[in-house]
């Protein structure tokens, strides 16, 4: 697979997992481009941690005045038709509350105990973890949209590595080359690019999986 297909690839396959009528909160990066591929009659309200619900279209350079209005990365944004802007508390309360049905965020690491670490380096400078951590406790399922690895490395472990966001919240994996379940008993690939084998996610994998009853699915299908 070409290096500038695969976030394009990875969030297709996300968009897959969205129901009509769900609330969506995306990460920065990659999550983005996930609307953008959302099978046809299914819309979604997106909700931004710093103050919307219901984001909206990302605004042209007028509509982008005054520049307080933004995203969680810091872009320009506003709300759509029916969303609507509010306060951090207000926000972090309907996360907290168990109202978004799904959040979708890239990972540095992810372990087969549905543990992910996506904030910080040490010693790199980060711009912080922003509603990560609440996201991660508080969405219904918690998709880890990423590469299968960095540079050759693995990305999916035993165990993290890097300082965790939250333990125990990783729901599903979808990277370029395959669908990971996060079960009680670990990981298990239930779909695979045909690019790929299992041998070939094996090699790329620091971690324990299984395979699906019946053999992985065709994840383009």
């Not at 307080?68 to 759509?80: L, M």
């Not at 912080?128 to 990423?146: E, F, S, T």
């Amino acid at each position: 697979m070409e290096k500038s297909e695969i976030k394009g690839f990875i969030a297709k396959r996300v968009a897959k997992e969205l129901k009509d009528g769900d609330v969506v909160n995306l990460g920065i990066g990659l999550p983005t481009m996930v609307p953008s591929y959302l099978p046809e009659g299914v819309k979604v309200t997106l909700q931004s941690e710093n103050g919307i619900i219901g984001t909206g279209p990302k605004p042209t350079a007028e509509e982008a005045e005054p520049k307080y209005k933004t995203d969680a990365g810091g872009s320009p944004a506003q709300a759509g038709l029916g969303g609507c802007y509010v306060d951090s508390a207000t926000s972090f309360a309907f996360i907290r509350g168990g109202h978004v049905n799904a959040t979708i965020l890239g990972g540095l690491e992810v372990d087969q105990e549905g543990s992910l670490s996506n904030w910080i380096i040490p010693g790199k400078k980060m711009p912080g973890m922003g509603g990560a951590m609440d996201l991660l406790v508080g969405a219904k399922n918690v998709i880890v949209a990423m590469e299968h690895t960095a540079k050759g490395n693995p990305k999916i472990l035993k165990k993290c590595t890097l300082p965790y966001t939250a333990v125990h919240c990783v729901t599903k994996i979808i990277t370029e080359m395959c669908v990971f379940d996060v079960t009680k008993d670990g990981l298990v690939m239930t779909e695979i690019n045909p690019e790929f084998t299992v041998d070939d996610v094996k090699a790329a994998t620091a971690a324990d999986f299984t395979v699906a009853e019946g053999g992985p699915k065709d994840m383009t299908a």
